[in-house]
């Protein structure tokens, strides 16, 4: 009997999505009961993720990694490959768009579209066209 890894492993990501997502229920529900408990504390604010990350980490883990500028479109790409998911109907890269826009601490915008991490910012200086 031959077992398919790649199957296995698909199964297992399933799965912890899965216990994801009733963890963030059970927490959901601890922190009404909490607040239902104690009313003059103040409420807990809940994260919006799903899967643990940030879209900016994310991000910023994904430029390091390939170490040069990115256009927000191959970001998109790239992370969606990771199996970074969204219910949005138009896509990751308006999410990441937004997102690079907001962050100027983290993130430099190099030309329409090309974003770099501040840290690397004197490397991307030459020219982005390859």
Known sequence: ????????????????????????????????????????SQPVIRSRRRNGDSLNSQVVALMKETGRAMEVSDIAKKLEIKGVTTKSKYGLAPMIASSLRKDEKTFVRLKRGVYCLKEQENDNKQPLLE
């Open 1 to 40: 009997m031959k077992v398919n890894i790649s199957e296995q492993v698909a199964k297992v990501e399933k799965k912890v999505a899965d216990l994801r997502v009733k963890l963030s229920i059970q927490e959901g529900i601890l922190s009404y009961l909490k607040q239902l408990e104690n009313p003059n």
